[in-house]
T-cell receptor
C-alpha cells in the first residue's frame, strides 16, 4: 500500500532562515508526489508536483523539493522563510495502484515563522 | 475559469438532521473527489466520481453517507442523521480526464460542518 509519513508535526523557523519539511513515502510503483499548503480556514493550494521527470522540482513561492528514490524521500525546502509561509503543509502521494487519481495525504506539518 | 466551488462554506446541523454539501468542479473537469479533514488531521479520501458514476467509494462510511455527480449540476455529498463525529471540513477536488496518468487535483475552499 502507498503511504506518506511527514516526520515533523510542527516546525518553527525565524523569518529569513531556511525551511525544511520532511516527507518519506512508501510505494511499490513509481510514485507521483505532491506538496500542498493550507492556510487557516482556507482550501488547499498545490505548491509543486513530481511525476517522474526531473528529480528536483521547483514550485511556487520559492519552494522546491527533491525526489530521492534511494532514501524514499521528498523533502520540501525554501531558502528563506517569509511570515506569509506560516501554514499547514501536506505531503501527498497519488494512489498509482488504483490509477484513480485519488490522493493519500500525510498528517501534515505546521510551519510557524517567527519574526 | 472559476476554481472548484463548494457551498455552503459553513454548515451547522443539529444531531439527526441531514447535511447536503455541494461541489461544482472546474470547467472541463469530469473527475470529482471528496475528502474529509478531521481536526488536527490530514485529509482522508472518501469517494471518487465521474459523471453519473461512482468509481471508488472505499473511503465512505457504510451508513448515512452517499454521493452523486449527476449529468447536470454539482456533485452532492449527503450525510443523513448527522452525529457529532461528522463535524469536520469536507473538501471537494476536481481533475481533468487524463486516462492512465495521475494528475494534480484542484481543491475547493471546503465546507465546514458543525453538528450541535
Amino acid at each position: 500500500a502507498q503511504s506518506v509519513t511527514q516526520l515533523d508535526s510542527h516546525v518553527s523557523v525565524s523569518e529569513g532562515t531556511p525551511v525544511l519539511l520532511r516527507c518519506n513515502y512508501s510505494s511499490s510503483y513509481s510514485p507521483s508526489l505532491f506538496w500542498y499548503v493550507q492556510h487557516p480556514n482556507k482550501g488547499l493550494q498545490l505548491l509543486l508536483k513530481y511525476t517522474s521527470a526531473a528529480t528536483l522540482v521547483k514550485g511556487i513561492n520559492g519552494f522546491e523539493a527533491e525526489f530521492k528514490k534511494s532514501e524514499t524521500s521528498f523533502h520540501l525546502t525554501k531558502p528563506s522563510a517569509h511570515m506569509s509561509d506560516a501554514a499547514e503543509y501536506f505531503c501527498v502521494v497519488s494512489d498509482t495502484a488504483s490509477n484513480t487519481g485519488k490522493l493519500i495525504f500525510g498528517q501534515g506539518t505546521t510551519l510557524q515563522v517567527k519574526p | 475559469n472559476a476554481g472548484v466551488m463548494q457551498n455552503p462554506r459553513h454548515l451547522v446541523r443539529r444531531r439527526g438532521q441531514e447535511a447536503r454539501l455541494r461541489c461544482s468542479p472546474m470547467k472541463g473537469h469530469s473527475h470529482v473527489y471528496w475528502y474529509r479533514q478531521l481536526p488536527e488531521e490530514g485529509l482522508k479520501f472518501m469517494v471518487y466520481l465521474q459523471k453519473e458514476n461512482i468509481i471508488d467509494e472505499s473511503g465512505m462510511p457504510k451508513e448515512r453517507f452517499s454521493a452523486e455527480f449527476p449529468k447536470e449540476g454539482p456533485s452532492i455529498l449527503r450525510i443523513q442523521q448527522v452525529v457529532r463525529g461528522d463535524s469536520a471540513a469536507y473538501f471537494c477536488a476536481s481533475s481533468p480526464p487524463v486516462p492512465g496518468r495521475p494528475t494534480e487535483a484542484f481543491f475547493g475552499q471546503g465546507t465546514r460542518l458543525t453538528v450541535v
